[in-house]
């Protein structure tokens, strides 16, 4: 067994606030052996961060706390160690990476100059310029990087840069903490590639901070599960996936929602094939759209460049009918959405709701207000942010009752019974009524906003990225309930995700869109096993899956 | 955050904060009891008694009108009841009179005093008389009441004109809050101190007219944050939804934007009730404020520089108005800590 680099025994960290002290990991254990690609899995607020920034020295601020235990990196006890000391290990032997890279470089500094920086932080200035072009090589960044500002610079080179700086003193620990989450599915397979790649050539061991089972499935040697402070099961990768053993790690994995194997599924007859059957009646439908922002404009502020977020797509939504939209971030799905819906005018096409013109680039079609809400009833939406989704200021209650006696959909004596008939349906308890989002989870949020969705009883729900920001096991149980409620009320759904196993599991057709313009479109069944369009291709094949290798 | 504390709404979350904030929240106490105390004006400071009995019969003159026939006297205009006091016939008879704790109005001169005025502080006047012979105390009582009065009215109007100017900038964008906000530049780049001064001489100087004319430029500050929230909050998840949800936009303004914006607005409140008062100390300081002889904190401070030998006159002023704005500064200080985004987030 090869030498251990990191050591965490018995580790309990706290968080002091007045006179008490909550505990966020109750005596955590594990090792990283040299060389090793180490996994750390957990839900969020799981204590998973907490426990890998105490591999560097650092404890949660402010507050942070260790109230037992010990950190040993290669032998020596951290929290033992004067900051002095510390401060000399940090980046010199352990090198971090975040998940968010563009908040991890300098704005206000070329990104040579900060590479260099970092080199010169714990070291001689002597071939130091070769040393930042050797490794820039080694994260595979054209040498034009340096002189460029990191705004210039994507995700994903933002997040090699960082890499590169993490790596720049060969540290026998890299921590990366979520450094894919923030990018796209493509550009996190790179990333994911490099990282394994860098730790064969430099013989660095990797602690992989993920929420995400199907990464750690890929590249992982060993894992540790950790849920509400604990780490509740510990061993190798294929062990795991081949029978996890404490009861909350089956449940993760089975929350996981799985896109099968290209070629592995039996494409439907045609007979049987449900989606996409023509005597469905259409209830939204986009001809021609297309959406322009003017991104540059000349001294007299008028615009003189454009980019097209969405690029004359047509688009139809059935009766009882789920279609999903994915594409990369920046694809123009989410304007696509909102312009379906009217909540942003199309520059060009038209919109038709139920056969009858709705909205057009002059406005929307309706003549009265009353006649604007008759339509805005049948289309709902529901978004990614429960943060900023739900109004702060109004109680459950509030968010609930305000749109169904807006629309007369019943009398204000009624209105609480109905508003705990829709809590009931979203499975929240009726005493949820009375109380404000804040004292709500991310989860629960989301189940408020569906309701609120729900309460016009619609035809059509605009999902917009509603499970992105979730947690792997409450994402299935909102998308349990979403199908649940599909059955139930014979709802529409127009699914924008970038997860292409999210939308698998919802969906009868998918459409894929790239840079404004759908590029691949027909039943999931059919796209998934064989996609015609390359991008189709080289979005699934990015889709790290469970039981890939 | 505490569990006891989840199901608490912002407003009440705030309000918490505030009072937990020690030196805010006694500065509020205080700051409502002088005001309070104030409006009682002449159950407080004045030259009427409370109560009084004259032959048998029991008079509220604080409240109701006397003439001075009635109480025996020759004149059918209202009696003086200081003067009645130390009539010979009054202090004979089984008559007496409660005077309020400031036995003196803000306007009547003590004239009676062989010393020329002002007086120095006495058992009699205990701050003292200004140049006119009016006694300093009562003067800065009921000043203090017409201060915080106007500055209220200033802040409420203020604050109205304002969130509506600028909520319907960020409400509607576009062109219409283009053009908007060059008009508010142009009239914000009005002197406006010589348009009150003007206003003033042209409609005749009164507490209306300043409250107006002042109100008129009083907005333009408060609007720019108000236009640069509903601007931000417009995007948000809640206000789509609510339009998806076909409410109007008089809901999304009033229910779902504005609560959300108030935020800058009643952090900037307590500072505009400070500008207030400060203002119009200033503009009664330079001779263009309230009509004399209203009882005025500025003239009272414009006395004290004429008569830099009474020290009386300009220590009471200073000293009321740095306490007052002493005290408002710590309530402001207060709800700008209860409105901190970043204890939110806790």
Not at chain 1, 84 to 109: C, N, T, W
Not at chain 1, 262 to 275: F, H, L, M, Q, Y
Not at chain 2, 118 to 133: K, N
């Amino acid at each position: 067994m090869s030498r251990e680099v990191l050591k965490i025994e018995g580790l309990r960290i706290g968080v002091k606030s007045g006179a008490e002290t909550r505990e966020l990991t109750h005596g955590t254990d594990l090792s990283v052996r040299a060389g090793e690609f180490f996994a750390l899995v957990g839900e969020s607020g799981s204590g998973k961060t907490i426990t890998a920034q105490a591999a560097l020295g650092f404890l949660p601020q402010p507050g942070g706390t260790r109230l037992a235990g010990r950190v040993e990196l290669d032998g020596r006890d951290l929290f033992s160690l004067p900051e002095e000391e510390l401060r000399k290990i940090r980046g010199k032997e352990v090198g971090l990476v975040f998940q968010e890279p563009s908040s991890a470089l300098d704005p206000l500094m070329r990104v040579g100059r900060q590479l260099k920086e970092t080199l010169l932080l714990h070291g001689g200035s002597e071939g130091a310029d070769e040393r930042v072009r050797e490794m820039l090589r080694a994260v595979e960044l054209p040498e034009r990087v340096l002189d460029a500002w990191p705004h210039e610079l994507s995700g994903g080179m933002q997040q090699r840069a960082v890499i590169a700086m993490a790596l720049m003193h060969r540290p026998s620990l890299l921590v990366a903490d979520e450094p894919t989450t923030a990018l796209d599915v493509t550009i996190q397979a790179q990333v994911l590639e490099l990282l394994a790649k860098l730790r064969k050539e430099l013989d660095v061991a990797v602690l992989f901070v993920t929420h995400n089972l199907a990464l750690v499935a890929q590249r992982a040697d060993r894992l540790a599960v950790m849920e509400k402070g604990s780490i509740v099961e510990e061993g190798s990768v294929e062990d795991f996936f081949r029978a996890p053993k404490h009861p909350y790690s089956r449940r993760l994995l089975a929350s996981v929602p799985k896109l099968p194997e290209p070629g592995r599924i039996s494409v439907p007859d045609a007979g049987a094939e449900k989606a996409g059957t023509p005597e469905r009646r259409t209830i939204l439908e986009g001809r021609g759209l297309r959406v322009r922002f003017a991104t540059k404009f000349d001294l007299l502020g008028r615009p003189t460049e454009w980019l097209d977020a969405v690029d004359g797509v047509d688009v139809a939504v059935g009766e009882d009918h789920a279609l999903g939209l994915v594409g990369e971030s920046g694809s123009g799905k989410s304007t696509l959405g909102q312009t379906l819906l009217g909540l942003r005018l199309p520059s060009e096409g038209e919109v038709f709701a139920d056969g009858a013109l709705f909205a057009t680039p002059a406005g929307l079609a309706m003549r009265s207000a009353a006649e604007e809400r008759a339509f805005r009833r049948r289309f709902q939406i529901v978004f990614q942010d429960t943060a900023s989704s739900l109004n702060p200021r109004s109680t459950v209650f509030d968010i609930l009752a305000r749109p169904m006696l807006a629309h007369g959909i019943c009398a204000k004596a009624d209105a609480r019974r109905r508003c705990a008939e829709l809590l009931d349906l979203v499975e929240l308890p009726s005493d949820s009524l009375g109380r404000f989002p804040h004292a709500f989870s991310g989860g629960q949020r989301q189940r408020v906003a569906i309701a609120r969705a729900l309460s016009l009883r619609p035809k059509l729900l605009v999902c917009d990225e509603i499970v992105s920001a979730l947690d792997v096991t409450i994402q299935a149980q909102i998308l349990g309930l979403l199908k649940r409620l599909r059955k139930e009320f014979r709802l529409s759904l127009l699914f924008i995700a970038h997860d292409l196993a999210v939308v698998h599991e919802v969906c009868d057709d998918v459409a894929v869109m790239k840079s404004g313009r759908i590029v691949e479109r027909g039943p999931c069944a059919e796209v998934f096993a064989r996609p015609s369009d390359p991008y189709t291709k080289k979005l699934l094949a990015a889709v790290p899956r469970i039981g890939a290798e | 955050m505490a569990p006891e504390e989840e199901n608490l709404s912002v407003g009440r979350l705030r309000w918490r904060r505030f009072r937990s904030v020690r030196r805010a929240w006694w500065s509020l106490i205080v700051l409502g009891a002088l005001f309070a105390v104030s409006l009682l004006g002449p159950l407080v400071a004045g030259d009427r008694p409370l109560l009084m009995e004259y032959e048998g019969e029991l008079f509220v003159p604080v409240f109701a009108f006397h003439s001075d026939a009635e109480f025996g006297g020759s004149r059918a205009s209202e009696a003086d009841y200081v003067a009645l006091k130390s009539r010979a016939d009054f202090a004979e008879g089984p008559n007496w009179m409660v005077f309020p704790v400031v036995p003196h109005s803000p306007y009547r001169s003590h004239l009676d005093s062989p010393e020329p005025p002002p007086h120095a502080p006495s058992a009699e006047h205990w701050l003292g008389t200004d140049a006119s012979a009016r006694d300093v105390l009562s003067r800065l009582i009921h000043g203090f009441r017409v201060s915080m009065l106007f500055a209220l009215a200033l802040t409420l109007v203020s604050a109205f004109l304002g969130i509506l100017v600028g909520g319907a900038q960020g409400f509607f964008g576009g062109k219409f809050d283009i053009v908007a906000q060059r008009l508010v530049e142009i009239w914000s780049a009005l002197p406006f101190l010589y348009v009150v001064i003007l206003v003033g001489s042209v409609f005749g100087r009164s507490f209306w007219m300043l409250l107006l004319s002042m109100a008129a430029f009083g907005w333009i500050g408060l609007s720019y944050y108000m236009r640069g929230e509903f601007l931000r909050l417009r995007n948000f998840g809640y206000v789509k939804a609510a339009r998806a949800l076909g409410m109007g936009r008089f809901h999304i303004f009033v229910h779902e934007i504005l609560p959300n914006a108030a935020t800058p607005a009643v952090t900037l409140l307590p500072f505009t009730l400070i500008g207030g008062i400060g203002s119009l100390t200033a503009l009664d300081f330079l001779g263009f404020g309230l009509q004399p002889p209203t009882p005025s904190w500025g003239e009272l401070l414009s006395q004290g520089l004429q008569h830099l030998y009474a020290p009386w006159i300009a220590v009471s002023a200073v000293a009321a108005l740095f306490f007052t704005l002493l005290l408002a500064t710590f309530v402001g200080e207060g709800v700008r800590a209860a409105f901190d985004p970043r204890a939110e987030r806790r």
